[in-house]
């Protein structure tokens, strides 16, 4: 059978045909590039055949050339489908209102789960979800992707170490982790202090163990600043020793040095947003973007875009499709023309910054020196030597051969 199953969208139809010879007009009709199946013969006068309904025209036109009389006789496929619905209109309109409905229901929140967490978190988590915008009853299309929620949790929720958000159709599960604050074990293990880094002791305070370093002493890295064993270390080769090793406890603070090199450039670009923007409309299918609203483009020489994109589902599945929204952000490139004197004021702020993040926020910049200061190549290069004040001790375990 010519007809294939797959041509049923096409759309099919069956004429007749009376005349002398009628089998004539089909064979005409494939000359001229028509596609005729199911050709049979009624009797000497009268012949029927299927073609296809895209073809009509072209038959319609070749009866003007010829004596035959065509008739349609039936038609079947998507077309003919299509055209018996519409004269059903309560069907139609019925059908189409159905899919709408459960189209929409399927895009609500109906469920969100929240597994791992004490009930007090849970309800502030949940709190807080809802001013995102997740809860119950609420529409898909206006909340943010689940990676985006889960930073802001962590952002908003200072209680939460880890949290993970899965959407499956209209749920949401969310599984957190509590950040825990483990106190300080009473049993610490028996340890020295040494040093973490190399420097002039300042001050010493001890809360536990035996001191083995003065002010004014130089210290260098690994070196023993207060001992866990107390007394004389040989007294702890004896089994009746009154003196156990102990985890010392304590700060020493000494003085440091750090070394900085730093470069600006005198003439320097970069990128700033205006703060004028478009937004651009798109319907994803296809891996091929559709416009739908905006379609010309912005007059920006240069620009940023922001794509943020809406998945759709029909109750359970996603749909072949989505709704992209493109903030097209307008970009202005800066020029900057620093002094001398402005790039070392900035090669100094950006040295100290880098520092405060090395020795933290309790240590101490006690001074600063510029030991080299040059301009070449366009840059203003600064050499600096730091001293700082700042706690320099780590925790060393006590072997068993100490």
């Known amino acids: 059978m010519f007809y294939k199953r797959q041509n049923w969208f096409k759309g099919s139809c069956t004429i007749q045909v009376k ?33 296809y309904v895209s073809d009509l025209s072209q038959i319609r036109r070749l009866k003007r050339e010829t004596i035959y009389k065509i008739r349609l006789q039936k038609g079947q496929g998507f077309p003919f489908l299509v055209k018996a619905t519409l004269r059903q209109k309560p069907l139609m309109i019925g059908s189409i209102l159905a899919v709408l409905f ?23 988590v949940t709190k807080q979800l809802e001013s995102y915008g997740v809860y119950e009853g609420n529409f898909q299309w206006s909340l943010e992707s689940p990676g985006v929620l889960q930073r802001k949790l962590l952002e908003d929720i200072p209680e939460l170490l880890w949290v993970g958000i899965s959407k499956t159709g209209v749920s949401y599960h969310l599984e957190g982790v509590e950040k825990t604050i483990v106190e300080e074990s009473e049993n610490t293990p028996a340890s ?14 001890v809360e536990k163990g035996q001191p083995l370093v003065k002010q004014n002493d130089t210290v260098h890295v690994n070196e023993r600043l207060i001992s866990g064993i107390l007394g004389e270390e040989e007294e702890m080769e004896e089994k009746d020793s009154d003196n ?10 000494a003085k440091v040095w750090y070394r900085s090199e730093v470069a600006i450039p005198l003439r320097d670009s970069y990128g700033v947003l205006t703060g004028d923007s478009e937004n651009k409309y798109y319907v994803h299918a296809s891996n091929k973007l559709f416009p739908i609203w905006n379609f ?22 996603k749909l072949p499709f989505s709704f992209v929204k493109q903030t097209v952000y307008q970009k202005e490139k800066i020029e900057v023309d620093r002094t001398s004197k402005t790039a070392k ?58």
Do not use: M
């Open 19 to 51: 005349g002398d010879f009628p089998e004539r007009f089909f064979d005409f009709c494939v000359r001229k590039g028509i596609q005729v199946w199911n050709v049979r013969r009624q009797n000497q006068t009268t012949c029927q055949g299927t073609i």
């Open 102 to 124: 459960i189209f929409i229901l399927s895009n609500i929140v109906w469920k969100i789960e929240i597994e791992g967490l004490n009930e007090d978190l849970e309800r502030k």
């Open 192 to 205: 020295h202090l040494v040093a973490e880094k190399e420097g002039v002791v300042v001050d010493l305070y």
């Open 244 to 253: 156990p090793p102990v985890a010392a406890e304590g700060e020493v603070i």
């Open 296 to 317: 010309r483009n912005p007059d920006y020489h240069d620009y940023q875009i922001e794509v943020e994109e809406r998945s759709f589902y029909f109750l359970k599945w």
């Open 345 to 402: 004021t900035l090669a100094l702020q950006q040295s100290r910054r880098k520092l405060r993040q090395e020795i933290g926020v309790d240590g101490e910049i006690i001074d600063e020196k510029i030991l080299h200061e040059k301009e070449e190549n366009g840059k203003v290069k600064i050499t600096l030597y730091y001293t700082v004040e700042e706690d320099i001790v780590k925790r060393q375990p006590i072997s068993q051969g100490d």
